[in-house]
């Protein structure tokens, strides 16, 4: 058993020495059960210390390990070798990011984006803490949970093509996120949010490809957010045509 | 509350467009099979007989007034679907320049011909019959 | 001094040959070229019946031209394609909820092939009434 290899190509990139990326070739033990973060983690400890890569939970919860496997957004720790065997497996930083340094990228502007659209709750008005808590029904939450579930991997970004050819397209985790708050029964923050979705860069940026919700590993279906605001932003156009703000 | 500077946002006017654009998919995924299989392969190659498709029979629908509005939206409503797409998909493609003439030209196109097909129809609706009747 | 130098990678144009998924997007995209066309026949045979009897009558003669046959079943295939993708991503477009629960997107597109058979068949009918 342990005499079985996989070959692996990692992109490699070293700002301080390299003008462009280039492929190292590594081989690494194979074993049925071990991920391709499993794998990266071999190489660094045995192979070539110098590869960097993110990664924590090792449980597809902190986000941190997306790549490109095969050219597919997947989390590394999702990944197992046993579904490339015996082929080459090429790993790269995840696609649409710059990359800072081997499979490391530049996540600055997705980050913004979470940001900019209000990821908080924005409650009608300010309850005192002895008025007690925002409460809700089951089928309230059913309303936005699995837009909630997101872990900011970015898997969706590296799917999108409309944000790969403008990134100043929203783009799927966050419009997702938009929406997750917008549903939300204890939220009353829609219509300052709808100023945000109502833009081309909000979701007209979007023709709906649908790679987003593929490669998803929580299936937060982010493809699914955005048509829905598509259509709630098809019916604010209406209401402000005959009620300009 | 300290006074930032917000943002100043930009209403896009798509949903015009792409409410015609998901009228127009609807349309084209339900009825434009069957309807290419019948004006393009059953009534040419004979299997449903051609007279259930005679310039009298057509002629005679289109000059009703629902008919006319029928034959209307089949015919011209698909345009708003697919110029829609292909505007989009010269983008896709990396075709950026003069987008503005782009969306122009798609939509001017799906309109045209929809005040083409509609004034035909008009014509045909108020025109004394020349044959028939 | 800052090492950093972040590398941003081109998207090559051709991006959309490069993975099955894509691929098949722009197929669905870019059957509407071939849906474009159709229409246009149709609009010209609206064009041909306004001009009556042997104008018409050329119209359908022309249809029945090989290259026409042939057309008409690459836009048939084409048309079908679009059909199956828009069905299978409606219900990613539906947000109904009946008794709590959302409505299962099986059902949607269920829903939808149904109303596609009912509505081919109709057509196919009153055709020949």
């Known amino acids: 058993m342990s005499e079985l290899t996989i070959e692996i190509d990692v992109l490699r990139y070293r700002p301080e020495m390299d003008n462009e990326p280039f492929t190292q070739t590594f081989e690494v033990p194979y074993t049925a059960e071990m991920s391709i973060l499993e794998a990266l983690q071999y190489i660094k400890d045995h192979l070539d210390s110098t590869v960097s890569f993110r990664w924590s939970c090792r449980m597809a919860i902190c986000g941190s390990c997306g790549l490109m496997v095969n050219s597919v957004p997947k989390l590394g720790c999702k990944a197992f070798l046993r579904d490339y065997y015996p082929q080459k497996i090429s790993l790269e930083p995840l696609a649409n990011f710059p990359i800072e340094r081997d499979l490391v990228v530049v996540m600055d502007d997705f980050i913004k984006k979470l940001e900019e659209i209000k990821p908080y709750i924005i409650p009608e008005k300010e309850k005192c803490l002895s008025e007690g808590t925002y409460q809700q029904t089951p089928e309230q939450m059913a309303k936005f949970k699995q837009f909630s579930m997101c872990i900011n991997c970015g898997l969706c970004y590296a799917a999108c093509p409309q944000y790969a050819l403008d990134n100043k397209f929203t783009g799927p985790a966050a419009l997702a996120l938009l929406a997750r708050y917008n549903r939300d029964s204890r939220d009353n923050g829609e219509a300052e949010r709808m100023k945000i979705v109502n833009q081309e860069e909000g979701v007209w940026g979007c023709t709906f490809v649908g790679y987003c919700s593929v490669v998803c590993p929580k299936d937060v279906d982010p493809a699914a957010a955005i048509q829905l605001l598509k259509v709630e932003s098809s019916k604010d156009y209406l209401i402000g045509m005959f009620k300009p703000d | 509350m300290s006074k930032t500077t917000e943002k100043t946002y930009k209403r896009s006017h798509e949903p015009v467009f792409w409410g015609l654009f998901g009228a127009g998919g609807m349309l084209t995924a339900f009825l434009t099979p069957v309807m290419i299989l019948i004006t393009g392969l059953l009534i040419p190659l004979g299997i449903i007989d051609q007279h259930y498709f005679s310039y009298e029979k057509i002629h005679g629908f289109a000059t009703t007034w629902y008919g006319s509005v029928i034959v209307l939206v089949l015919v011209a409503l698909p345009f708003w679907h697919t110029l829609h797409r292909i505007f989009h998909a010269l983008h896709d493609i990396g075709i950026n320049r003069g987008r503005d003439w782009q969306q122009v030209i798609c939509y001017g196109f799906a309109f045209a011909v929809s005040v083409f097909v509609f004034t035909l129809l008009l014509q045909m609706l108020t025109a004394p019959s020349l044959f028939g009747f | ?129």
Request: net charge positive; aromatic share 14%.
């Open chain 3, 1 to 129: 001094m800052s090492k950093r130098k972040p590398y941003i990678r081109e998207l090559p144009r051709d991006w959309w040959m490069k993975q099955l998924f894509y691929t098949k997007y722009m197929i669905r995209e870019g059957s509407s070229v071939l849906i474009t066309l159709y229409s246009l026949i149709l609009a010209w045979g609206v064009f041909r019946l306004s001009q009556g009897e042997t104008a018409f009558n050329g119209w359908l003669e022309a249809l029945q031209n090989p290259f026409a046959i042939i057309l008409h079943l690459l836009m048939l295939i084409l048309a079908l394609y679009h059909t199956i993708t828009w069905f299978s991503l409606a219900p990613k477009a539906v947000d109904l909820w009946i008794k709590g629960k959302k409505l299962d997107d099986k059902v949607i597109v269920a829903a939808h092939y149904g109303a596609f058979a009912v509505l081919t068949i109709f057509c196919l009918l009153i055709i020949t009434l």
